[in-house]
């Protein structure tokens, strides 16, 4: 029995052994090519204050500014006596945000978190989207297992790994069967899709005017898998003491009235006040920015997506700076 005991203390200080050779040497590499934001929370952890995003932050690359910075760096501005970081990575949403949050160490300084809510990614088309498997290949890492396990959990394809077809199937039947809160023809996505508007599908302003009824006709309720996301968000900051700032993100209001109608930006409004009054009530505060914008401050025009001009960057950051300037930071 005691040669047992020995064996099995061996092998557990043989593993430790390993992983922490691992987790100083390969690993390092490895996670800066598939899981690089692990690496940037150990260098923000001390900062004042965090802002989380998808590429929401980022300025356009097709177009020349005066002043081409991020949503982050203008918030920055209002506040020079302390130390701002982001961290922002294109189409992560609250299922990354939530497993990031842990990696801040109890000790670190950071302790005020301003994190997007994309009123866009609780929709099936976006927790289905295709990048999905990538960022589930990275969100492997953002806990506090060891990461020698982590690697080995990557190598076995260990995590939600489905492939574009098997996402799309899924994203097909929330738009065939889904109802929403409308009479047919428009009671579903697919069938709201069908009505003949702008001319034929050749059309671009039909195209256009689909796109947005496929990003934003749904009902968000409890069972949204962005809802649990946030609910944990909730969870993790009341745990660890974090103060988070909820940043509902303009949504293109404007041009989503002239090509679909009231009928999809009232549901808009309806789901943003929702998630309003559900996190408010949490004791959280929700930056309400859905719609401060124009749709001239919109720099994508054949998608719908919350990517902004210098003008709406600046207005969204400044709506952040007031909300924090009434709390103690």
Partial sequence: MMKLVVKILAF????????????????ID???????????VDKIKNCDIIYISASSNFPP????????????????????????????????????????????PEESEAKTFII????????????????ETALNESNVFYN???????????????????????????VQAHWNDDILPFEIPK????????????????????????????QYAFVIDEENQRVKDFDEICIIAKKRGFKVI???????????????GKNLTSLIKQNSEWLVNRYTSKGFIVVNNLE???????????????????????????????TLKSIEL
């Avoid at 390993?18 to 987790?23: A, S, T, W």
């Fill in 292 to 322: 401060v914008l124009r749709a001239s401050n919109f720099t994508d025009k054949d998608f719908p997506t919350e990517h902004y001009d210098e003008k709406g960057r600046k207005t969204i950051a400044k709506n952040i700076a007031n």
């Fill in 144 to 170: 506090e297992r060891p990461v020698l396990f982590n690697r080995l959990l990557m190598s076995l394809n260990a995590y939600d790994n489905k492939s574009a077809e098997e996402r799309n199937a899924i």
């Fill in 187 to 214: 009671n579903t996505v697919n069938n709201w899709c069908a009505v003949e508007k702008w001319g034929d599908w050749k059309n671009p302003k039909r195209q256009l005017a689909d796109q947005f009824i496929k």
């Fill in 61 to 104: 690359e097709h177009i020349e500014e005066n002043d081409p910075r991020k949503i982050s760096q203008f918030v920055a501005d209002y506040f020079p006596q302390l130390q701002f970081e982001a961290i922002n990575k294109p189409a992560s949403h609250a299922g990354v945000y939530r497993q990031l949050l842990p990696l801040f």
């Fill in 116 to 131: 997007t809510m994309n009123l866009r990614s609780f929709g099936p088309s976006w927790i289905n989207s295709d990048l």
């Fill in 30 to 40: 490895f996670v800066d090519d598939h899981a690089d934001q692990y690496l940037q």
């Fill in 12 to 27: 557990g200080i043989i593993l430790f052994a390993l992983n922490q050779i691992y987790k100083r040497t390969l690993f």
């Fill in 246 to 260: 909820y940043n509902l993100l303009a949504e293109n209001i404007e041009t989503a009235d002239s090509l679909v």
